[in-house]
């Protein structure tokens, strides 16, 4: 339900989530005023992959791309499915290209290793 531009169901659910990082009195209200409980364990956001896990998932999905076809040409727009999840493997190809002077030397060699075209 959007009330006066704002979602009041992202809203609450935001309220619950987050209710320990609210003060006493916040807290005070959301459960005595607004009624709400704590969310539950179902409900909670999923945790933030890290920048490492990141690179491991898209990692894994250039070897696997490799290992297939034999080069890591892979177009722009190419998605390589990981044990049943989807990696944008084109994009994060296109995208490390581009930064290649910002990688760390082991992350280059991970990828030359696999014949990465710079």
Excluded: C, Y
Excluded at 27 to 51: C, F, I, K, Y
Excluded at 82 to 110: I, M, Q, W, Y
Aim: glycine residues 10%; hydrophobic residues 40%; proline residues 6%.
């Amino acid at each position: 339900m959007i009330v006066q531009g704002e979602d009041l169901g992202a809203w609450t659910m935001a309220q619950r989530v987050g209710l320990g990082k609210l003060t006493p009195a916040q807290q005070w209200m959301v459960d005595s005023v607004l009624g709400l409980e704590p969310a539950g364990e179902a409900e909670q956001p999923p945790a933030r992959r890290t920048q490492a896990d990141r690179w491991a998932s898209h990692l894994a999905a250039a070897r696997q791309f490799h290992a297939r076809e034999g080069h890591l040409n892979v177009p722009r727009k190419h998605v390589e499915d990981v044990g049943g999840v989807p990696v944008k493997l084109g994009g994060f190809l296109d995208n490390t290209r581009r930064r290649a002077s910002k990688l760390t030397p082991e992350r280059h060699a991970e990828l030359e290793a696999l014949g990465m075209r710079w």
